[in-house]
């Protein structure tokens, strides 16, 4: 038997198999975000063959996705709270990519958001099981290292599905007309759907065969006395704790409603406004989106310890006030370049910035949350992040497109959202300091 430090009670040092699970979960969340942000590459080809608007390819790409995210979560999350996450996971897993491959096999924009929704679906358990298993495989002091690793997979899957997304729909528009039995003549971001998709039913494998349920940590003491495992506890928990969560939540949800909108809308701005390739677009912006996620990503640590070393007991979030603010110029200014090569130089920044937030978002969440609530409130954070900036970021992004700017003026919309949501993020965060410092055990 392991405890949460890796060790067996026999003895036998097993100190890589938490981080083999934090590996097989990142492989998990890395095909989730490529199938969950492909379609962001594949926007003009679909809107084409399926004769769309860019406000409904905005409903597609954010809304039909979020929707079921949304009405999943609490339940998932309460489930993964109380029942085996393992099996949960694997089978929402085993959902997400039938249902990518399924957006290849849509004939309409009905069909196309069926789809979407099963992609919603499957993906509401991921973060969700994956906090919670990661923080009952690792001791309290190395649960925010591991997590931060884990979110890589935002950066690592955001590029590789804009780098994969790019090439791929050249190469299969480069080998012509392409017949499937059964299926007939298949339009190249049809296979792209279904060249992604697929593979995910291998990781379900891998991680179903390899990675064990971790035993449950001991709940965390809340004052207050509420029983935190029950529904009636977690909601008089919420009620003694309202304004810490209202703004730190807020706070990331500012922050994320600008990521989304960059999610669905930054490949076919890029396109548009300076005419350059799909293949082009993913060896420069699927570069940058990867390289400076990642590297945000993994500054966490030190930079919480920075903050930490100044007497900052909320280190997590003047993380995030520090990355909030930083970003505010680069969000606001970079789709106004007049080149493709200064707009992704000066975006690299704000790319950095994300990699840093988002990846710490998880952590300081985790880290004032009691132990057997970590899932339900990853599930709520990522509730409110996705109804929010995941139903309506690139809804917002396509009706000024449509309706204001025009579609070939996209760039403006992306424009606006840094300038609102980067200040609104950083008030929050400033707001929310001295109760997340009271909250800190």
Known sequence: MENRSGVTTTGQSTSLYPWYVVGVLLVGSVFAYIDRLVMGFLIDPIKQDLSLNDTQ??????????????????????????????????????????????????????????????????????????????????????????????????????????????????????????????????????????????????????????????????????????????????????????????????GLVAFGFYTYGIHAWFPATLMRTYAISPTEVAMSYGVIHLVGGVAGALSVGALVRWFERRGFREAPVMLCLAGSVVAIVPATVAPMMPSAALCLAIFSIAMFCWGAVISTSFSAVALVTPGNMRGIMTGFYMILMNVTGGAFGAVVVGLLSDYVFGPENVRYGIATLGAICMPTAAVLFWLVRPLYRRAMP
């Open 57 to 250: 390819m905005g409903v597609l790409n954010g809304f039909a996705f979020a929707v079921f995210y949304v009405l999943m979560g609490i339940p998932l999350g309460r489930l993964i709270d109380i029942k085996n996450r393992k099996a949960i996971l694997a089978s929402c897993m085993t959902l997400w990519s039938l249902a990518t491959a399924a957006c290849g096999l849509a004939t309409s924009y009905a069909t196309m958001f069926l789809a979407r929704v099963g992609v919603g679906v499957g993906e509401a358990a991921l973060n969700p099981s994956a906090v919670s298993i990661i923080s009952d495989t690792f001791p309290k002091h190395k649960v925010a290292k591991a997590i931060a690793l884990y979110t890589l997979s935002i950066y690592i899957g955001g590029g590789l599905a804009i780098i994969v997304g790019g090439n791929l729909i050249d190469f299969f528009a480069s080998l012509g007309a392409i017949t499937i039995p059964g299926l007939g003549e298949v339009a190249s971001w049809r296979l792209v759907f279904l060249s992604t998709g697929l593979p995910g039913l291998l990781v379900v494998a891998i991680f179903m065969l390899t990675v064990k349920e971790p035993p449950r940590t001991v709940v965390t003491p809340v004052k207050g006395g509420e029983d935190t495992s029950s529904i009636r506890g977690v909601v008089q928990y919420l009620g003694r704790n309202n304004r810490l969560y209202a703004l730190l939540f807020g």
